[in-house]
């Protein structure tokens, strides 16, 4: 027997609908006015939100994936090459090689950033490049599309590909030829260019150039090479202290930083080395600050000090520098900025040209936020501006 609704009930019907929603609504914009969820990285996101964000996340780049179109010589040993040596300056921080274990910015990040093998097993080609060229909100992960040829970009995923199945020795052994095959032969030397050296078609060295045994030789008598940019200017001394009587009152922001404070604390840190100015470098370089260029690292500010930053500070001071472009992002204790520059010289009878490609990685130090990790590449400009 079929009945029907009366007026009332229909009223009663549309009224407890009505409630209902208003009542959702009212809840849904309690949880972000009132500040009840947390948003620490500290804190793992409930089920049913992790759930939401990780779908969304998938479904998103599954989407857009499917419109890129994936070149047939992306994996070619000439790309790997070149995206094994760029891994290995930029990437490596956050997405743990095989064999080594989390970096403090890996572990402090949420969602936890996946490791080299996860990302190679777990997402095609496609979603791989989509990823890197734009990257992913809310997650630390920056787009080095705006800052980085396609080409390079292909070479990370191509890395990626030849990654299936790899171990430690396997990566540190393609790292490794990478940075002899590229530094050699492909006049594309993604070196800083402060000082070091330059190759033979203008391209600038970056800071730290490594022998066979990994060391880093900058003397100009004892490494072979035709150092003729002139003598490194002279540093301003530095106590070897705790550094507790240094005037940190230049950079005070706290929480939360703005954007433009993360750039303010780059220009500073570049101003810094163009003027010589040893005891303003240390001001903004953390303690253990990581820096890393051609598959080398220094892995304290006294390392540095001891070996590249004179040079550094030689040629930038020479240098005129032609800012291209510039991406930053900010989550927490967090920061990164991404700038690219044209650098140009002239070193003796060598004419230097290149882009440049400095990223920053800033943490907070008690109150005071300071560069933690400094990776440097570049390239022969080719006529770009």
Request: hydrophobic share 35%; proline share 6%; charged share 25%.
């Given at each position: 027997?079929?009945?029907?609704?009366?007026?009332?009930?229909?009223?009663?019907?549309?009224?407890?609908a009505?409630?209902?929603?208003?009542?959702?609504?009212?809840?849904?914009?309690?949880?972000?006015?009132?500040?009840?969820?947390?948003?620490?990285?500290?804190?793992?996101?409930?089920?049913?939100?992790?759930?939401?964000?990780?779908?969304?996340?998938?479904?998103?780049?599954?989407?857009?994936?499917?419109?890129v179109?994936?070149?047939?010589?992306?994996?070619?040993?000439?790309?790997v090459?070149?995206?094994?040596?760029?891994?290995?300056?930029?990437?490596?921080?956050?997405?743990?090689?095989?064999g080594?274990?989390?970096?403090?910015?890996?572990?402090?990040l949420?969602?936890?950033?996946?490791?080299?093998?996860?990302?190679?097993?777990?997402?095609?080609?496609?979603?791989?490049f989509w990823?890197?060229?734009n990257g992913?909100?809310?997650?630390?992960?920056?787009?080095?599309?705006?800052?980085?040829?396609?080409?390079?970009?292909?070479?990370?995923?191509?890395?990626?590909?030849?990654?299936?199945?790899?171990?430690?020795?396997?990566?540190?052994?393609?790292?490794?030829?990478?940075?002899?095959?590229?530094?050699?032969?492909?006049?594309?030397?993604?070196r800083?260019?402060?000082?070091?050296?330059?190759?033979?078609?203008?391209?600038?060295?970056?800071?730290?150039?490594?022998?066979?045994?990994?060391?880093?030789?900058?003397?100009?008598?004892?490494?072979g090479?035709?150092?003729?940019?002139?003598?490194?200017?002279?540093?301003r001394?530095?106590?070897?202290?705790?550094?507790?009587?240094?005037?940190?009152?230049?950079?005070?922001?706290?929480?939360?930083?703005?954007?433009?404070?993360?750039?303010?604390?780059?220009?500073?840190?570049?101003?810094?080395?163009?003027?010589?100015d040893?005891?303003?470098?240390?001001?903004?370089?953390?303690?253990?600050?990581?820096?890393?260029?051609?598959?080398?690292?220094?892995?304290?500010?006294?390392?540095?000090?001891?070996?590249?930053?004179?040079?550094?500070?030689?040629?930038?001071?020479?240098?005129?520098?032609?800012?291209?472009?510039?991406?930053?992002?900010?989550?927490?204790?967090?920061?990164?900025?991404?700038?690219?520059?044209?650098?140009?010289?002239?070193?003796g009878?060598?004419?230097?040209?290149?882009?440049?490609?400095?990223?920053?990685?800033?943490?907070?130090?008690?109150?005071?936020?300071?560069?933690?990790?400094?990776?440097?590449?570049?390239?022969k400009?080719n006529?770009?501006?």
């Open positions: 027997m079929i009945t029907t609704m009366g007026g009332t009930d229909m009223k009663r019907f549309v009224l407890g009505v409630t209902a929603i208003i009542g959702v609504g009212v809840i849904a914009l309690a949880v972000p006015l009132t500040g009840l969820y947390n948003v620490a990285a500290t804190e793992r996101d409930v089920g049913p939100v992790a759930w939401l964000l990780h779908t969304t996340y998938h479904q998103s780049v599954q989407r857009r994936a499917r419109d179109d994936v070149p047939a010589d992306y994996a070619s040993d000439a790309s090459l070149i995206g094994a040596r760029n891994f290995d300056a930029m990437c490596s921080t956050c997405h743990t090689p095989p080594l274990g989390d970096t403090p910015v890996a572990t402090g949420n969602p936890q950033p996946p490791a080299l093998l996860d990302i190679a097993d777990h997402s095609t080609p496609a979603e791989q990823v890197i060229d992913v909100r809310m997650t630390g992960m920056p787009a080095f599309g705006p800052t980085h040829e396609s080409s390079e970009l292909w070479g990370l995923v191509g890395f990626l590909q030849a990654m299936k199945g790899a171990d430690a020795n396997t990566y540190r052994s393609l790292v490794t030829r990478a940075g002899k095959v590229l530094d050699a032969d492909d006049g594309h030397d993604h800083h260019g402060p000082g070091d050296d330059s190759s033979d078609d203008g391209s600038a060295a970056d800071a730290p150039a490594t022998d066979g045994d990994g060391d880093h030789p900058h003397s100009d008598t004892d490494d090479h035709a150092h003729d940019h002139g003598s490194p200017p002279p540093t001394e530095t106590p070897k202290d705790d550094h507790s009587d240094h005037d940190h009152s230049h950079a005070e922001p706290t929480k939360p930083l703005a954007r433009n404070d993360a750039e303010a604390l780059a220009n500073e840190f570049y101003d810094a080395l163009a003027d010589g040893e005891v303003a470098v240390r001001r903004v370089l953390a303690d253990q600050v990581l820096i890393f260029e051609s598959g080398g690292v220094e892995s304290s500010m006294d390392e540095y000090a001891g070996h590249h930053m004179p040079s550094d500070m030689a040629f930038l001071q020479q240098a005129k520098r032609e800012p291209l472009s510039r991406s930053s992002d900010i989550q927490d204790d967090r920061a990164w900025v991404a700038t690219r520059s044209r650098l140009t010289a002239q070193l009878d060598r004419a230097i040209d290149v882009i440049s490609t400095e990223t920053l990685v800033m943490h907070r130090d008690a109150e005071q936020w300071r560069i933690a990790h400094v990776h440097w590449s570049s390239g400009a006529g770009e501006h």
